[in-house]
């Protein structure tokens, strides 16, 4: 038996476009400021830092990535991220955790080169991660922060083949030359670690 196939007329097709548009039109409006597209890591915001406060590079193709350095900020969340913004400062660092709830942003693209170790040949090889609080503070060390820096970690450290150890996840301490005591005596390595292998 032959059927003939169903005709769609003009309007028909321009009602199915409009009505095909319409969860698009639903959806809420990007926030004033706010960039998408440029995070590495999905569940950071994106706060970029200002250009003048970190190297445009190609990692991993310029410098191979192979460590991941711990800070904490001795600043508040909202502070470190007007630093990382303000030109004149010349820091950064690729991420920040703030305290309260783990929320994560991302200043800096993964391919680039934060000025966040203090030590140019550290800073080509590694992804910086800040943590809001101070290193003789541990009240600021809650669980939402470990849990979500470790998820974080554990993802960078998938992205670059980086083994999940104190070798290779080191505190900013750690780094050749520098005079910094971050993340501090408070910080717990031995959970952080088993957090970030277990996620």
Known sequence: MDRARPRLSRRRLLKGAALAAVPYALLPEPRAGA???????????????????????DRPGDYAIDRVIIHVTQETYADTLA???????????HYLVRSADGHVAQCVREADIAWHAGN?????????????????????????????????????CATYGIPRDREHIIGHYQVPGTDHTDPGPKWDWVRY??????A
């Open 83 to 93: 630093i990382f913004s303000n030109p004149q400062k010349k820091v950064s660092a």
């Open 193 to 198: 670690i088993r957090l970030v292998n277990f």
């Open 120 to 156: 140019w040949s550290y800073n080509t090889r590694s992804i910086g991660i800040e943590h809001e609080g101070w290193v003789d503070r541990p009240a600021y060390f809650t669980n939402a922060l470990y849990e979500e820096s470790a998820k974080l970690t554990a993802a960078i």
């Open 35 to 57: 960039q998408t597209g440029f995070v590495d890591y999905p569940p950071a915001e994106w706060r970029p830092a200002s250009s003048s406060n970190y190297t445009v590079a």
